[in-house]
């Protein structure tokens, strides 16, 4: 593992293939992985049957997600879910493993030019990969427009972290001295870790915006056994079956 930056609420990372970060022994276990075939000519092996593994192709060169039930050609910009093992080679990007959790195979995108959901201080994201239940992990792009300058904030969960085009920084506070601010540069590749609760923030300028795709281990959305599209739009004598199912179960 080869770390760049540690001030214990930011931590960046080179693209080197293999594990990049351990945070298996946090409330949702996760590990970043990369794969760098542009520079060290071998793909990543996924090979844990009981996790679930989340990718965004960084750089493609004839990138393949090989898997149990075939071969995926994939492009630069497209994202994957896939439970179970793997491996993916050519080009290069990151993976972020969940343990102990099944979720869809999914492949996606390339990530579109603006994001579709409102975010904080004029920003927008879009749901890569939603969460299959509720509190499930998910995998997001975030869209910086030019000039912004983020208020700062924390997560409740670690966010991991890649930057798909543009530029930026990330705003932190001194781990040491809690008043004074570090401002961290962003580009292109540049992949990193926030930890949970840590006050931070992102500013754009005024030449460049900046899109990042995200992963998170949790959510506080996502489809319940009693709260779901297709439960609740299922009508029986004019009364919705999940009203039909919550008297059931009073």
């Not at 996790?51 to 990138?63: F, L, N």
């Not at 809690?178 to 030449?207: C, M, N, W």
Request: aromatic share 10%; proline share 6%; charged share 20%.
């Amino acid at each position: 593992m080869i770390t760049k930056i540690n001030n214990r609420t930011f931590t960046q990372f080179e693209c080197t293939t293999g594990k990049i970060f351990d945070y298996s022994n946090s409330e949702f276990p996760s590990n970043l992985h990369a794969w760098n075939s542009l520079e060290q000519g071998e793909g990543l092996v996924m090979k844990n049957p009981s996790s679930t593994y989340y990718g965004y192709v960084y750089e493609d060169d004839k990138t393949i997600l090989s898997t149990s039930v075939g071969d995926f050609p994939l492009n630069k910009g497209m994202y994957f879910s896939l439970p179970g093992c793997g491996v993916i080679s050519g080009g290069k990007g990151i993976v972020i493993e969940r343990e102990e959790f099944k979720g869809f195979f999914t492949l996606g995108g390339p990530i579109e030019e603006k994001g579709r959901l409102k975010y904080i201080d004029g920003c927008t994201d879009s749901i890569l990969v939603p969460p299959v239940k509720l509190g499930d992990p998910c995998l997001n792009v975030l869209y910086f427009p030019p000039h912004i300058n983020q208020t700062e904030h924390t997560h409740s969960s670690v966010r991991i972290v890649m930057v798909a085009k543009g530029r930026g920084e990330c705003i932190t506070r001194n781990a040491d001295i809690p008043s004074e601010k570090e401002y961290i540069p962003l580009v292109p590749g540049t992949i990193f870790v926030v930890r949970e609760e840590q006050l931070h923030a992102f500013r754009t300028f005024d030449d460049s915006e900046m899109v990042v795709v995200a992963y998170h281990p949790d959510s506080d959305f996502g489809p319940q056994d009693d709260n779901h599209p297709m439960l609740n739009r299922t009508i029986v004598s004019g009364t919705s079956a999940a009203e039909i199912e919550a008297i059931k179960t009073k």
